[in-house]
């Protein structure tokens, strides 16, 4: 056994964090180049980016979810379910991961991502997505904070469950 038992789940956690602000840096280069009317080029662009920083932060909550509290939820809402679950603490188990303030804004990217994959790109919006570009930057700070905060409680119990 290492050292610290969640070592493993933890430099997952990093690795995601680094890809997620990866993306947070590519929502303001398309924010900087792109014409205030754009067009479909800028907005295949950013649903493109937008989806890959839920599925990023989905990620992280899926290692959590089965590595700590045992398992995925299940039912055709588990996406949902599953961001609601990070607000929680669970007794005995673990604290809350995300604060319900974050989560509340993750799931305008949560929304946002259904939408994208269930409609024609050309119909997406490039006003409500540059409006989600837009927050990105201190969305993804906030994550961080939120999920470097987790990692510390993990750090503070090496041998048992939190």
């Given at each position: 056994?290492t050292?610290?038992?969640?070592?493993?789940l933890?430099?997952?956690?990093?690795?995601?964090?680094?890809?997620?602000?990866?993306?947070?840096?590519?929502?303001?280069?398309?924010?900087?180049?792109?014409?205030?009317?754009?067009?479909?080029?800028?907005?295949?662009?950013?649903?493109?980016?937008?989806?890959?920083?839920?599925?990023?932060?989905?990620?992280?909550?899926?290692?959590?979810?089965?590595?700590?509290?045992?398992?995925?939820?299940?039912?055709?809402?588990?996406?949902?379910?599953?961001?609601?679950?990070?607000?929680?603490?669970?007794?005995?188990?673990?604290?809350?991961?995300?604060?319900?303030?974050?989560?509340?804004?993750?799931?305008?990217?949560?929304?946002?991502?259904?939408?994208?994959?269930?409609?024609?790109?050309?119909?997406?919006?490039?006003?409500?997505?540059?409006?989600?570009?837009?927050?990105?930057p201190?969305?993804?700070?906030?994550?961080?904070?939120?999920?470097?905060?987790?990692?510390?409680?993990?750090?503070?119990?090496?041998?048992?469950?939190?």
């Amino acid at each position: 056994m290492t050292a610290n038992r969640w070592a493993a789940l933890i430099a997952d956690l990093e690795l995601e964090l680094t890809a997620i602000s990866r993306l947070a840096s590519e929502s303001e280069r398309i924010l900087r180049r792109a014409p205030e009317e754009s067009d479909e080029v800028y907005v295949r662009a950013a649903a493109s980016l937008l989806q890959d920083f839920y599925s990023g932060t989905e990620k992280l909550m899926q290692r959590i979810a089965e590595e700590i509290d045992g398992a995925l939820p299940a039912g055709p809402r588990w996406h949902a379910q599953l961001l609601a679950r990070m607000t929680a603490s669970i007794e005995g188990v673990r604290p809350a991961v995300f604060s319900a303030g974050l989560a509340e804004s993750l799931h305008e990217y949560l929304r946002f991502r259904h939408l994208a994959r269930a409609i024609y790109g050309y119909s997406l919006k490039w006003e409500s997505c540059r409006k989600l570009l837009q927050q990105m930057p201190h969305l993804v700070e906030t994550l961080s904070c939120e999920t470097r905060a987790f990692e510390d409680a993990l750090r503070s119990f090496p041998s048992q469950a939190l």
